[in-house]
């Protein structure tokens, strides 16, 4: 299950995801018709949903505001109260049995309520506003990975902490638009160290609950 943005295509989403182990769901020929410099990837059972669904496999895609890609480990408590919230109140009909779903749309209406949606760069003020309202209303342990079209990527854990996510650092050569090669750094979020220590990342640091890192 991998999720990476398009590169020198403008802002849109590779998607290609299906139900199994990594390495009978993807080959060389697959990774390779996914370019990109940022990705997703998931590597777990449902917990709330159909487990042998292909529909409720992460990540899960919006197309509105920008585009917005997701991944999360975790459970809301609540999944059924916002459901019904999102079908009586916003009139949306869910696609999957998944929780992510409703956080997904959570986060898309929180943009668009506090003026995100335009052709500007979001701002991490306004970034930290959305999640603080999909906090606020989603209940529950969840570890979140996020990618807004032509945007960026972002990250955050619940305001208890209940799931881990840790952030790890690399330094990678990248060549500019002179073509020359230059020293950037390169960041991962994920929920198992041993995936930082396997890519040689520097650890970081946990993030701590309730942290959102963009």
């Known amino acids: 299950m991998l999720f990476r943005s398009h590169e020198g295509e403008g802002p849109g989403f590779h998607l290609y995801k299906d139900n199994g182990l990594v390495e009978s769901v993807f080959n060389e020929e697959i990774v390779n018709r996914l370019p990109g410099r940022m990705a997703i990837g998931h590597t777990r059972y449902s917990t ?30 609540n999944y059924y109260d916002l459901v019904e919230k999102l079908r009586s109140e916003k009139h949306r009909m869910p696609l999957t049995t998944t929780d992510l779903e409703v956080l997904e749309n959570l986060l898309a209406d929180a943009l668009l309520e506090i003026g995100a949606g335009g052709a500007g760069k979001l701002r991490f003020d306004q970034l930290e506003q ?13 570890s979140v990975v996020t990618m807004i079209a032509g945007q960026g990527m972002l990250a955050f854990r619940d305001p208890k902490g209940i799931r881990p996510l840790i952030l790890g650092r690399r330094e990678t050569m990248v060549r500019d638009a002179s073509g ?15 995936l930082l220590n396997f890519l040689g990342y520097e650890v970081i640091g946990d993030l701590a609950a309730g942290e959102l890192v963009f």
């Open 180 to 194: 020359s090669l230059v020293n950037k750094p390169a960041y991962c979020v994920t929920s198992e160290m041993i």
């Open 130 to 142: 959305a999640v603080t309202k999909v906090m606020r209303e989603s209940v529950g342990g969840y």
């Open 48 to 77: 709330v949903g159909k487990s042998g669904s292909t529909a409720d496999v992460q990540p899960l895609v919006l197309n509105y505001p920008y585009g917005i890609g997701m991944a999360h480990n975790g459970n809301l408590v």
